[in-house]
Structures are given as structure tokens and as C-alpha cells.
């Protein structure tokens, strides 16, 4: 059985195969096919972008799918960035910031530390959303996973990606990025969605 997993980001793409791996299926990305598709991820919540996604490009691929939705909301920050984590560095959000020659995580990164400048309540959270849908089958169902935190007063490590190296994960006096994939994985929010959306599979493989 083949299964398309729908991301353009790679952070993500290596831990939903890490997780998946010991399934019998093979996994394809968007690397594996010819056309690329565009759906927009224009909805105000997590589940409602992963379902999109993931039964638009089943329907378009005839495969099922893999999709997800994620980021990281900030209390002090009114759940910001959320569903605009991918492209916070570009939403206004009050201030002005200077990002010559940075990458989008990096761009995100120090906007969100700009941002917490001072604030003593520095609690966040990641959540992912999972959805799988099989258009042929019309067999669909999701899961979600949530990682409790709070944002670090500077980057420290450079494992993960996105907001990893300003996200320390309750319990721990270290950052995500400082964590190796395996530890990440056991306790992030994509790994608790994941590891739940797995046992849901083996009931349709
Ligand atoms: P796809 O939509 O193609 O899957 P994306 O990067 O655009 O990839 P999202 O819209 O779901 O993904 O944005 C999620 C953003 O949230 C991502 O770019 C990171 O900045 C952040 N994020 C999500 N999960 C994360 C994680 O485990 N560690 C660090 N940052 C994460």
C-alpha cells in the first residue's frame, strides 16, 4: 500500500517517517510526484487546514493521504503565532524588524523573541493535527497532539526546526532543538499525534 504524506517541509516529513517507518506501507512525498498541487492553508484552526489538505490532494492523487497542520500558540501572545506559524515573520503584529539575509525559521524566530521582550508569563504550547483520507475508500479519521512549554529567553541547540530552539518542553531545563530526534519524537506533539494516528492505520492496512 502506498500512502502520499503532504508536506513541503522537510522538519516534519522526517519525523512522520521516522514514527511510520516499521508500517508495511510505502510512503511517498510531493517529491515523488509530477504535479505539484497549491492548497491553501486559509482556515482558522489546525484541524480545519489538515482536513483540507489532506482530502483535497487525495481526491487530486487518487492515494491516500497524509496531511498536517501545526504550530506553536503563545498565551501572553493570544495563541499567536497559530495557524500563522509557518509565515509569522510576515503577518503584522505590531513592530517593526529587520531580517536581512535570515531564513523563515530564523525570521519567525527572532520576531517571536522580539516580541516576549519582558513578558514573565512565557507559557506555549506546539499542537499538530493529523487527518488521513482515502477518497477511494471514503475512509478519513484524525488525531492530535499537543507538547506543553515555554519560550526560552534565547536559541539554544540546533536540532528539530521552526521554533525549536526557543521552545523548552515542560519538564525540561533544555530546548527542543537541543533534544536528539528519538527524545523529540517521544514527547513532541507531532510524535503523541502520530504515534495515535499509527494504531488508526493498522485497523485500515
Ligand atoms: P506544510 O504546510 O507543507 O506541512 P509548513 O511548514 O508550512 O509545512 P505549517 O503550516 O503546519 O507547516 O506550519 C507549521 C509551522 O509551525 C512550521 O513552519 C514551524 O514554524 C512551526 N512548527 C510546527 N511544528 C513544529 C515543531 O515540531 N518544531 C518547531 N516548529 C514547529
Known sequence: MKILIVTTNEGKLREL??????????????????????????KETFL?????????????YKLPVIAEDAGLEVDTLNGYPGVYSARFYSIDFGGK???????????NNLKLLKLMEGKENRKARYKTVVAYYDYQKGIGFWTEGVCEG???T???????FGYDPL?????????MAQLTPEEKNRISH??????????LLKCVL
Not at 193 to 198: D, G, Q, R, S
Request: aromatic share 8%; hydrophobic share 35%; net charge negative.
Open 97 to 107: 524588524f529587520e531580517y536581512e539575509n535570515l531564513s523563515k525559521d530564523e525570521k
Open 17 to 42: 517517517k521516522n514514527i511510520l517507518s516499521d508500517l508495511n506501507v510505502e510512503f511517498l512525498s510531493l517529491k515523488d510526484v509530477k504535479e505539484i498541487v497549491e492548497v491553501e492553508e486559509d
Open 48 to 60: 480545519e487546514n489538515a482536513i483540507k489538505k489532506a482530502v483535497e490532494y487525495s481526491k487530486f
Open 190 to 199: 507531532r510524535g503523541k499525534a502520530v504515534a495515535k494516528l499509527k494504531e
Open 150 to 152: 515555554v519560550i526560552a
Open 154 to 160: 534565547k536559541p539554544e541547540g540546533t536540532g528539530g
Open 167 to 175: 521552545f523548552i518542553p515542560e519538564g525540561y531545563n533544555k530546548t
